[in-house]
């Protein structure tokens, strides 16, 4: 039984290009999670979704951030024109139900670096 | 103040030693509270998972909460090299979907 699946797990951007993340929650989950860890911080909350709806979008930069998880396919976090501030590691989680009461299984994350 | 406390270490011990791990927080509407262990460039795997106050054992690992005092501690038995990971805390108000809040962490380095 796979886990989350996220790729790309590097990815290198210039300032101002766009980055895609991709993340495939484990079989049968439909909720997933989106976090950023910044170097020498914890995890912080950006968004969640359940299949083709945001549910919480409470932790999304207001511009240039989106995040979608449709009907098929992977959920994707896509950041327009990043910016060196957006150097991090990018985890998705995903679990069966809403959390807490459903334990969130992480993916090994996208580190992205912009240069 | 920040809704979760935890000092990033890093904290060294040597092999066999029991090690302490703590969380502080300052919501306290803060019900469910897990610790995740994360290997270096690794997905974070929950660990320990626990509900209100109280103790919870699983082999090495005991989770602690104390609602009262708003602090929550992990500690590890005969640490193990393999224990050599960044311990993160997390915690919810148990409402449906809401995010996990998760401390910094703490680096653990347990030597052989």
């Known amino acids: 039984n796979a886990g989350v699946m996220q790729n790309p797990r590097h990815l290198v951007r210039r300032r101002g290009q766009e980055a895609r993340l991709r993340c495939s929650p484990m079989k049968g989950h439909s909720h997933v999670y989106w976090y950023r860890q910044l170097p020498e911080e914890g995890l912080k909350f950006m968004v969640y979704?359940?299949?083709?709806?945001?549910?919480?979008e409470s932790g999304m930069p207001k511009e240039r951030f989106s995040a979608e998880f449709p009907k098929e396919g992977p959920s994707i976090l896509r950041i327009q024109q990043v910016v060196r501030g957006d150097s991090a590691a990018y985890f998705c989680?995903?679990?069966?139900?809403?959390?807490?009461?459903?334990?969130?299984?992480f993916g090994p994350g996208t580190r992205l670096t912009v240069t | 103040q920040k809704e979760v406390e935890q000092d990033p270490g890093p904290l060294s011990v040597p092999e066999g030693a029991i090690v302490s791990l703590n969380c502080t927080y300052s919501?306290?509407?803060?019900?469910?509270f897990m610790w995740y262990r994360q290997y270096s460039r690794k997905a974070p795997e929950l660990l320990m998972y626990t509900y209100s106050s109280g103790n919870k054992e699983d082999g090495r690992f005991t989770a602690q909460v104390d609602k009262s005092s708003k602090y929550i501690s992990l500690f590890i038995r005969d640490s193990q090299p393999s224990d050599s990971a960044t311990y993160l805390c997390?915690?919810?108000?148990?409402?449906?979907?809401?995010?996990?809040?998760f401390g910094k962490g703490t680096t653990l380095s347990v030597s052989s």
């Open positions: 989680a995903s679990s069966s139900g809403p959390s807490p009461a459903y334990e969130q299984y």
């Open positions: 919501n306290s509407a803060f019900q469910y």
């Open positions: 997390a915690m919810s108000d148990g409402q449906a979907g809401t995010a996990l809040i």
């Open positions: 979704l359940q299949k083709e709806n945001i549910i919480d």
